[in-house]
């Protein structure tokens, strides 16, 4: 019977799917080793509460709110106080957060803080004993690694979507303090998070890339790429060379070739026949999925999922049905 | 300015890779090494605030055998004024082994920055350098994509998902740098000849107990074949739905 | 539309070398990084020649003598040693134990000692075995990777001091007169356009007091210093092109196999080897001469159809290829080599300077041994203080007195039996040339510049690669580990007259890609360049470029 630790990440007074996922995370690792709770903290400004009974929903026996003015932002300080505090008091067996950017920068300095060593990028997790062993990719995740933890607690930050937030309702008893620390003490301070826009995602570094081809007919025609792209988030958009030779887009957009490799968790080829020169630069993401009026086309072969039809009627329906399943992260 | 930059040696990723017989590490057999691209990036950020502020230092550790004195090099060929090798048989898995050994050197520099790369893509746990800086008690920001440092202070970007953080933050602090932040230069033929006239000191390093440990290692299953989900904008319902629950990249 | 040519001679379409940008005859900057000695090329010849250079320096100072630091500089072109190292390879040890006399056999970076040895004439479908030819015997040698010899050879030059300069082409030759007084590497992150883009850096200029030219096949400035020095040969060099690929299999090969015939059109001379590397790993490939007679000839589509053969076939199916690579090979012989290959403050070793045994498939263990004369030679101009073209004329007397020359001298015809005679006939007087010791047919046959052998304009029959055991140029490219940058200008100098035929004829030329006809014109993707050189031999002329630009090799 072990307690488990969840930090839920929020943004403004949005919580991220990421949180929940970390609180589904913390109430499987519970049920895996006997039985216990799930304790999740959440950060935020005025009006995060509000959100607090959500997180029970996914099952967390208490949900422990900081709800603060001076939290409107990140603050590394607070959270990473607060959370050590929190974990450090409660005698957790294992500490869950997840790794996106807030994740990477958090899940370590609250190890740090307790003594104890973190992984992150978790694929999975199993109770073996008196350890807890996951699985986590290295060397660009050409090799999978199977580690075992001797910490107490294990400090994990889970991959993002490995773990689907999962309904189980359990007390979610709420119960507000303070952050361990003045908001308004800490050294490093996140003046604005400023959405959208600005930060461009470079191909090599982006989850999910969408490249288009000589299908789209027009350069004009990339704006359906960009849709999509625009409403994945978190994409980046790449082009082949025919395109990209044309004009249409920049050399730096351009996959494929001899050199430019991306290897995103998703690539979906948008009017792209698969000549090799564009193969050989994408083929290790992780999923392919290729749409082109061409069912014999080679990157319908390489791709994981197709679809075989005009790709100024599919991919606005893909733009939409992409930005409603957002909504609900 | 003092600043200290941490270097890590890793293989070029360019390969197919191959389990060892011990199945707990990669066979090195014909593998190329270099600095992590990510601490290339970090080592160019120090050296153009060196060029930026006369009368700057800038200190390069690595932690691990003797070979890493081959990265120290291509750092101090670059620019760098100095190395130190913390000497151990192998690197740690562990981050929280590293981050102390680490920190207990930094300790020490008196560095007004210290910065690492945002993560080395062999162990790919992105760890050390915040945790470097916990150990260290001083401010840290991670991931940043641009940077610009006056009178003591500075300010960094930092990219989130579909967002962007501005952060402000006093020296001396600890930084991680991510890609875009800057290109990092090439050694210039008298870059090479001069850095093997710098100093680089060896000293052990002092490695705690690990609390992570490889169980094993595996290659990831094959790419199993795909298939044709429909035709058509009709298709993308089922599209969307294969993309959320068995590919999960939804 | 340009009327259609029933033969195209390649050497109507070139561009001539462009001598002033390769010898400059202003003086290096102010800046430039002072040498002692420079070795133009981390190869066999090069690395060699710096190894036993610094030897010597070492054990005079040592034993007082007054030479004190000896500066001695590798300068190559690849972003790491063995990068663009390309070769067979069955190696004669010879050279690599008069440079470690002290190193056991087993110490150096050979794979395995030649056991079997089997050579067959290839038909479309049968493999019938011949006996192995005298030439081909190689009883007594090693397989090797020569990218594992080169990097060994780098640690080995490294830890004499040997300043080892990766990612730093040699681009132009600075003189005085009619003396080389240093080099001027390549700028790089210049943008498309040619403008220096973000990320550039300038040239370096260096000074040496004697500069070896190690270039390996179809040297740049070798090709520059010979011209303006106007130092002929009694032949042209002419060249052959290898297109080789690493397999990893499940089968394992357990013997050195050559094959002559099929697929080469009757024709074409060439040939091509499979060597075990390792119980898992075969190294094969093939050899065509450039003096090939058809535009479609393609030397790439050749081996592609060539592993589908029975013979290869069985060993390769189920199996991965890891790598693939091309480089061109001198074939000239004995007649090819320049009439000297020294001058005022330069030398010239290995493939650059022809020495190449073509017969035997030869040329490591010449690149190192010229490479350790050079050095020899260098040694004592420096005693000397005399690097003048008449102190460095030991290197040739060295070259003249040595297996080098007694090798080439009793194959000197072999290769050039081949140029005019079709297969046959050729193979004839090949054997005539090994039983008499090369008495008999003893004159020089004459040869041609592969650029002055007229094509006739074929097309080509279409060839779809299977993905599995057949590839196409841009799949292959990928697997030579070309991660070129993808807005580097251009290193290709286009001649005239490009027509549509000529532009089909550089498509197949180029075994990397480079070329591609587009309706009327050629397109030219220059990142795909691998510097194999048979551009510069046929087509488009080959410069240097920026540094660590190309393949990377890793066991070629």
Redesign the interface.
Same mark, same amino acid.
């Given at each position: 019977m072990a307690n488990v630790f969840a930090f839920v990440e929020t943004r403004g007074t949005d919580v991220r799917k990421v949180g929940l996922e970390a609180v589904t995370a913390a109430r499987m690792l519970a049920d895996k080793s006997g039985g216990g709770e799930v304790h999740a903290l959440v950060l935020g400004p005025p009006g995060i509460a509000a959100k607090a009974s959500q997180i029970g929903q996914y099952g967390a026996d208490s949900v422990i709110v900081v709800e603060h003015a001076g939290l409107a932002n990140y603050n590394p300080e607070v959270a990473t106080a607060t959370a050590a505090d929190r974990i450090k008091s409660g005698g957790y067996r294992a500490a869950i957060f997840s790794t996106s950017a807030q994740g990477r920068d958090l899940a370590p300095r609250v190890a740090a803080r307790l003594g104890v060593s973190v992984i992150t990028d978790v694929l999975s997790f199993e109770i073996e004993g008196d350890s807890i062993v996951v699985r986590h990719p290295m060397n660009i995740g050409k090799v999978i690694a199977t580690v075992a933890i001797a910490a107490k607690p294990a400090v994990i930050a889970m991959r993002p979507n490995v773990i689907d937030p999962a309904q189980n309702a359990k007390a979610g008893k709420v119960e507000n303090t303070q952050p361990a620390i003045d908001p308004a003490s800490a050294r490093v301070k996140v003046i604005e998070t400023r959405v959208g826009g600005g930060g461009k995602l470079d191909l090599a570094e982006a989850p999910v890339v969408i490249a288009g081809g000589r299908g789209l007919k027009a350069a004009e025609n990339f704006k359906l790429v960009e849709d999509l792209a625009a409403a994945f988030g978190n994409a980046a958009v790449g082009a082949t060379r025919a395109v990209t030779d044309d004009g249409w887009r920049p050399h730096s957009d351009q996959i494929g070739q001899t050199g430019r490799l991306v290897s995103p968790e998703l690539y979906i080829a948008v009017g792209i026949s698969g000549a090799v020169q564009h193969l050989a630069g994408m083929r290790t993401s992780k999923t392919i999925v290729a749409v082109n009026r061409d069912k014999d086309a080679p990157i319908v072969k390489v791709a994981d999922y197709g679809i075989v039809g005009d790709v100024f009627e599919v991919i606005p329906a893909l733009t939409e049905a992409v930005r409603e399943a957002k909504k609900h992260h | 300015m003092k600043i200290a930059v941490c270097v890590k040696r890793v293989p070029d990723m360019d390969v197919r890779f191959r389990i060892g017989a011990d199945n707990v590490s990669v066979d090195e057999g014909g593998l190329k090494f270099d600095i992590n691209d990510f601490d290339a990036w970090a080592v160019e950020a120090a050296l153009q605030l060196k060029d930026k502020n006369s009368g700057s230092e800038v200190t390069v550790i690595s932690l691990g055998p003797d070979v890493v004195q081959e990265t120290i090099r291509k750092a101090l060929s670059m620019g760098a004024d100095r190395g130190i090798q913390l000497k151990a048989d192998k690197v740690p898995f562990d981050g929280l082994v590293i981050a102390k050994a680490l920190a207990a050197e930094l300790k020490t520099g008196g560095y007004d920055l210290i910065l690492f790369g945002k993560m080395a893509p062999d162990s790919s746990n992105g760890v050390v350098g915040p945790m470097s800086a916990e150990l260290l008690g001083l401010p840290c920001v991670t991931a940043i994509s641009s940077l610009e440092i006056a009178n003591g202070k500075g300010t960094a970007k930092r990219e989130l998902e579909g967002a962007q953080e501005i952060v402000e933050f006093p020296l001396p602090a600890v930084l991680t740098v991510d890609e875009g932040l800057n290109a990092a230069r090439l050694p210039s033929l008298k870059g090479i000849m001069a850095a093997k006239k710098k100093p680089l000191e060896v000293k052990p390093a002092q490695l705690s107990e690990a609390q992570l440990s490889i169980r094993k290692l595996e290659l990831p299953p094959e790419r199993k074949a795909g298939r044709v989900v429909g035709e058509g904008a009709a298709a993308v319902p089922e599209l969307v739905r294969l993309l959320q629950t068995e590919a999960k990249v939804l | 539309m340009a009327e259609r040519q029933a033969k195209i001679l390649p050497s109507a379409h070139q561009a001539p070398l462009p001598l002033e940008q390769l010898i400059l005859t202003e003086p290096p900057d102010a800046?430039a990084?002072p040498m002692d000695v420079l070795f133009v090329g981390g190869g066999p010849a090069g690395l060699a020649g710096a190894i036993a250079l610094a030897r010597m320096v070492k054990a005079d100072n040592e034993a007082g003598g007054d030479l004190g630091d000896v500066q001695i500089g590798v300068l190559e072109k690849a972003g790491?040693l063995g990068e663009h190292s390309l070769s067979g390879a069955v190696v004669n040890p010879v050279a690599l134990r008069a440079l470690f006399p002290e190193l056991k056999d087993k110490e150096f970076p050979f794979r395995a000692a030649v056991q079997q040895e089997r050579v067959y004439f290839l038909t479309g479908s049968r493999a019938l075995r011949i006996p192995t030819p005298p030439t081909m015997q190689n009883h007594g040698y090693q397989i090797a990777s020569i990218c594992e010899i080169v990097r060994w050879l780098g640690e080995k030059a490294e830890g004499l001091g040997v /300043?080892i300069?990766t #990612?730093?082409p040699a681009a132009s030759l600075f003189t005085e007169g009619k003396r080389v007084i240093g080099v001027r $590497?390549t700028p =790089?992150g210049l943008a +498309?356009s040619g403008d220096p883009g =973000? #990320?550039y @850096?300038p040239p $370096?200029d260096?000074t040496s007091q004697i500069t070896v030219l190690a270039e390996g096949t179809r040297g740049t400035l070798t090709q520059a210093y010979l011209e303006w020095q106007k130092v002929a040969s009694q032949n042209p060099q002419i060249f052959a092109l290898g297109v080789k690929e690493i397999w990893e299999t499940i089968k394992p090969l357990d013997a050195v196999v050559h094959t002559l015939g099929w697929p080469l059109p009757r024709d074409c001379f060439g040939g091509s080897f499979m060597y075990p590397l390792s119980r898992n790993l075969i190294a094969l490939g093939l050899v065509v001469g450039l003096d090939y007679k058809r535009t479609s000839d393609d030397v790439h589509e050749m081996l592609q159809r060539m592993k589908l053969h029975p013979l290869f076939k069985e060993l390769l199916e189920s199996g991965e290829m890891?790598e693939w690579g091309a480089k061109t090979i001198p074939e000239g012989g004995y007649y090819a080599i320049p009439q000297r290959r020294h001058g005022d403050g330069l030398m010239i070793v290995g493939d650059s300077a022809g020495f190449v045994e073509v017969a035997s498939l030869k040329g490591i263990h010449y690149a190192m041994q010229s490479g350790m004369f050079a050095a020899r030679a260098a040694f004592d101009a420096l005693k000397r203080k005399d690097t003048s073209s008449t102190s460095l004329k030991a290197y040739d007397q060295m070259v003249d007195g040595s297996f080098i020359a007694k090798d080439l001298h009793r194959r000197r015809n072999m290769r050039l039996a081949f140029q005019g005679s079709n297969f046959y006939v050729a193979g004839f007087k090949a054997g005539l040339m090994t039983v008499t010791g090369g008495a008999l047919p003893g004159e020089r046959i004459h040869s041609h510049d592969d650029a002055e052998v007229p094509r006739e304009v074929k097309p080509s029959e279409p060839f779809v690669p299977d993905?599995k055991l057949t590839f =196409?140029k841009?799949?292959a490219?990928?697997k030579s #580990? /070309? @991660? $070129? +940058? !993808? !807005?580097i200008p251009s290193h290709l100098i286009l001649g005239s007259d490009i027509t549509p035929d000529v532009a089909e004829m550089y498509t197949h030329m180029c075994p990397a890609g480079v070329y591609e006809r587009d309706g009327e014109r050629l397109v030219v =993707?220059p @990142? /795909?360049c691998i510097d194999c050189k048979a551009t510069d031999v046929l087509g488009p002329r080959w410069t240097p470029r920026e540094?660590g630009s190309g393949p990377k090799y +890793?066991?070629m």
């Open positions: - | - | 800046e990084v790491a /300043n300069f #990612g730093f $590497t =790089s +498309r =973000s #990320g @850096a $370096t260096i890891l993905g =196409s841009l799949d490219v990928f #580990g /070309n @991660a $070129t +940058r !993808d !807005d =993707s @990142a /795909n540094g +890793r066991q």
